[in-house]
């Protein structure tokens, strides 16, 4: 090899170069996007400014040949947390396993129900929203968040209940004497005065309306949630009963919003002198919502629409409403009103019931009160007819004198109200008359008379039954024992 040194210009030429290309070399490594912006984007990956899914990060797991298959077919979809999610299943009834058709599953505002099979498919649902899984005459159950292909088995829940006035519930004696009863015997719930024929709530309200309306006292029971509670934790299901139209302190109130007398210009009165509102206007509907939504947010597990209908006696001629009152707009108003309360308390797990009159199972038109029961079922948990044997004054087909035939009565008016109704899954569960005869002989409806008219409900088919007394004075003797525990409803 050759020592001998380069030439000295040659040495500072290549030394001046190597210089230059280094400080390059450095510059494109140090500062690309400032000297070639181009160049640094395409060589730059950043999923997010693409339209295509970003690598995922490898599991550090052993490769085995279904792996292999796996990887080559594409990455598997994976569930990112707080994504909605679709729940699917099917609704079985516990104690037969046979499939439950028309049960309703409440996923926040929306409702979808089991099909003949008892499967349901839901729409995606968000994270963290309420499932309900509900059916009249079962358990209600409140499905897991993470939820996704379920089996629910819903027990049956036959409902047994007292009555309660609003002046019934907030005295110490009489409420306890019902209390004892529901303890003692076949009974396991309760209906409640939360708004009564007055239109007066017996507990303090926060509905701002009421409060305005003045439909706070004269009964305040101070304690009503503890007590509520406890009446829960003994498994007692408990039913608010709202009167719905019939509401003499919002329509002295509100004669906006009432039903007018066009004789005088001021609120209609029925023949107790007490004044409606009017059913055609929507304010009203959602007034009884309010009510109603606040009482299940206390931890009723039902809400009972009494009232639910037009009047039927006073001056009916001099009754002035916000539309034509005729047969083809009371079916509508009832039905909307209904709707909307469906809508509204549905997601919140609560059952929704109505009281109707007795003689709707006989009649082919609305009673002339907005009262059908084709139209009534398909918003409803449960259909509650007044099947009162002294309700029927002018009889039944085949019974003249309904108070000397109380089994058959109820059997009947039951029979028909299921046959007519239109849900599949909606029940029909009846009001008993435990009160003495004020139509036909005045007799005393004792032990044999209550007794007939459960069994003639229950051969009939309902879901239960609830004994009327105005007085809350109810026949004990009428009543089975208490086999089993209370069936505790989940709230």
Not at 355 to 366: L, R
Not at 386 to 408: A, C, D, K
Request: net charge neutral.
């Amino acid at each position: 090899m050759d020592h001998r040194p380069l030439p000295r210009s040659l040495s500072w030429t290549s030394l001046i170069l190597l210089t230059l290309v280094t400080a390059l070399v450095e510059s494109v490594i140090l500062f690309p996007s400032a000297l070639f912006p181009d160049l640094a984007t395409a060589l730059t990956w950043d999923a997010s400014r693409h339209r295509y899914p970003a690598p995922a990060s490898p599991t550090p797991a052993a490769q085995s040949p279904a792996s292999d298959a796996a990887a080559t077919a594409g990455p598997a979809p994976v569930e990112r947390v707080g994504e909605p999610r679709v729940i699917t299943g099917r609704v079985l009834d516990a104690a037969t396993g046979a499939p439950l058709r028309g049960v309703s599953i409440w996923a926040g505002p929306l409702e979808v129900v089991t099909d003949v099979d008892g499967g349901f498919t839901t729409a995606p649902v968000p994270p963290g929203t309420t499932v309900w899984v509900k059916a009249p005459g079962y358990e209600r159950r409140q499905l897991a968040p993470d939820a996704k292909d379920v089996t629910v088995k819903l027990a049956p829940h036959p409902i047994k209940a007292a009555y309660l006035t609003y002046y019934g519930v907030a005295d110490r004696g009489i409420r306890q004497r019902v209390l004892d009863l529901v303890a003692r015997t076949e009974l396991n719930a309760v209906v409640i005065d939360v708004k009564g024929d007055r239109g007066l709530i017996p507990y303090r309200t926060s509905v701002q309306a009421a409060l305005d309306a003045g439909a706070q006292g004269p009964v305040i029971i101070k304690n009503f949630d503890e007590q509520l509670a406890a009446w829960k934790a003994q498994g007692i299901y408990t039913i608010a009963r709202i009167v719905a139209f019939k509401d003499n302190v919002r329509a002295t109130a509100r004669p906006d919003l009432a039903i007018i007398d066009t004789r005088t210009g001021k609120p209609w009165t029925d023949r107790e002198n007490l004044a409606w509102v009017d059913p055609f206007r929507e304010e009203n509907w959602d007034y009884l919502i309010a009510i109603a939504k606040e009482a299940v947010a206390k931890g009723f597990d039902e809400i009972q629409f009494d009232y639910v209908r037009f009047p039927t006696d006073g001056k009916l001629a001099a009754a002035r409403y916000s539309q034509p009152n005729n047969a083809t707009t009371r079916l509508p108003a009832i039905g909307a009103f209904l709707a909307k309360a469906r809508r509204e308390i549905g997601p919140t797990g609560a059952f929704l019931a109505a009281d109707i009159f007795g003689y709707t199972a006989f009649n082919a038109n609305d009673t002339d009160i907005g009262q059908r029961i084709e139209e009534l079922s398909v918003n409803l948990d449960y259909l509650c007819p007044m099947v009162y044997p002294s309700g029927y004054h002018l009889g039944i087909p085949g019974y003249r004198n309904p108070v000397q035939h109380p089994y058959e009565v109820v059997r009947e008016s039951v029979r028909l109200t299921r046959q007519r109704s239109q849900n599949p899954a909606a029940q029909v569960r009846p009001w008993i008359q435990d009160f003495k005869d004020y139509a036909f002989d005045r007799r005393i409806f004792g032990p044999g008379e209550v007794t007939a008219q459960i069994r003639g409900a229950h051969d009939a088919g309902s879901a239960g039954w609830m004994l009327w007394n105005p007085k809350n004075d109810y026949t004990g003797a009428a009543l089975g024992p208490k086999t089993s525990a209370l069936t505790k409803s989940t709230q």
